[in-house]
């Protein structure tokens, strides 16, 4: 199984982005799948998670701002953002399925995948 991230780029403050990660197969029928971000002397940390019924967790931080959305016929997990402010500037990063369950408290797996990672960059 494969995830790819992609999406990232540089946005000014305020602007708007959305990432993908694509499965490379339909293992997202039975995961769940979260959105991570790792900035600049920071730890890694969860933004936001969805499960394989469509239900989301969202971090404090992205809350009101980011939408995560799943279509199964594609099997892509979309991390919509807007308002975008400095401190989101990141790698971020998607992951499916322990490390998800684990931090949002929604139980475990025996699979744990991740994407690459995609950059975003918020700058005027």
């Known amino acids: 199984v494969q995830l790819q991230a992609s999406g990232g780029g540089l946005v000014q403050p305020g602007g708007s982005l959305t990432l993908s990660c694509a499965a490379s197969?339909?293992?997202?029928?039975?995961?769940?799948v979260g959105w991570y971000r790792q900035g600049p002397g920071k730890q890694r940390e969860l933004v936001a998670a969805i499960t394989n019924h469509g239900t989301t967790n969202y971090a404090d931080s992205a809350k009101g701002r980011f939408t995560i959305s799943r279509d199964s016929a594609t099997n892509t997990v979309y991390l919509q953002m807007s308002s975008l402010k400095a401190e989101d500037t990141a790698v971020y990063y998607c992951?499916?399925?322990?490390?998800?369950?684990?931090?949002?408290?929604?139980?475990?797996?025996?699979?744990?995948?991740w994407g690459q990672g995609t950059q975003v960059t918020v700058s005027s």
């Open positions: 197969g339909t293992i997202f029928e039975t995961t769940a």
């Open positions: 992951n499916a399925d322990r490390t998800t369950l684990r931090d949002v408290g929604w139980g475990t797996s025996g699979y744990d995948y």
